[in-house]
C-alpha cells in the first residue's frame, strides 16, 4: 500500500493561511534491469532484449525528433516537450552574447489524462504520520528573496521556479505561492512570461 505525509507550507509564503499539501513517501528507484523484469509481467511473449531494443529505439527517435521542434506523444503515456534555457557564459565571454546561445535545459511531461486515471483507480494510499509535517521558517526576508531573484534574472535573463527554489531554499509548492505573492505587489520589478512547465520570470521593462 503506497504512503503519504501531509507537509504544511510556510505560513509567510501563504498570506498568514495554512495550507497543507499531501507528499507521497518513495523508498526505492527501480532501475532499467528493474523496469524490464516488470514489462516482462505485462508482455510475456516479448523477451528483455526486444523490450530493451523498443525503449532505445524511443530514447534514440526522440534524440533525433526532438531537437528540430517536435513534442513526442505517446498514448496511454504522455507527451513530451523541450525546455530550453541560456547556456552558461565561458570565461571571458562577452556579456551582451548570452541570449545567442540556447540548449536543452530538460524535458517537460505531461502525462496522459488515462494514465492518472488508471494509476488512481489501483491506488489506495495510506497516511503515514499522525501530526502534519511544519516546515522550517525561510531565513530570507521578502527583499531578500526579491534581491536572489532579480541577481539571477540579471544573470541569467530570465528565473526559472527551480532557479527561485534553489536560491531562497523553498520548496517548489512554496516557491511558486511566493512568487505570485512577489509579482502581485503593485511596485514588483518581476513579472511572469509563459504559462504551465514553460514559464518563466523576468524583470519589467
Known amino acids: 500500500m503506497p504512503n503519504y505525509i501531509l507537509k504544511e507550507l510556510n505560513e509567510e509564503m501563504t498570506e498568514g493561511k495554512k495550507v497543507v499539501y499531501p507528499k507521497m513517501q518513495t523508498y526505492t528507484q527501480h532501475d532499467f534491469e528493474t523496469v524490464l523484469k516488470h514489462m516482462q509481467t505485462y508482455a510475456a511473449n516479448f523477451s528483455e532484449g526486444s523490450m530493451r531494443a523498443v525503449i532505445d529505439a524511443l530514447v534514440e527517435a526522440m534524440k533525433t525528433w526532438m531537437p528540430m521542434g517536435h513534442s513526442m506523444k505517446i498514448d496511454g503515456l ?95 509548492s512554496a516557491a511558486s505561492i511566493d512568487l505570485k505573492r512577489l509579482v502581485a505587489a503593485a511596485d514588483s520589478p518581476i513579472k511572469p512570461r509563459g504559462s504551465h512547465s514553460h514559464k518563466v520570470w523576468v524583470r519589467k521593462s
Open 78 to 172: 504522455g507527451t513530451f516537450s523541450l525546455s530550453l534555457g541560456f547556456k552558461d557564459q565561458d570565461a571571458g565571454e562577452e556579456p551582451k552574447t548570452k541570449y545567442r546561445h540556447i540548449c536543452i535545459k530538460g524535458i517537460n511531461f505531461k502525462p496522459d489524462p488515462q494514465l492518472l486515471a488508471d494509476m488512481n483507480s489501483q491506488a489506495d494510499f495510506e497516511r503515514t504520520e499522525v501530526e502534519v509535517v511544519v516546515p522550517r521558517k525561510c531565513k530570507y526576508t521578502a527583499n531578500e528573496r526579491m534581491a536572489k531573484a532579480l541577481a539571477i534574472i540579471d544573470s541569467n535573463g530570465y528565473m526559472t521556479l527551480n532557479d527561485y527554489a534553489l536560491a531562497t531554499g523553498l520548496c517548489r
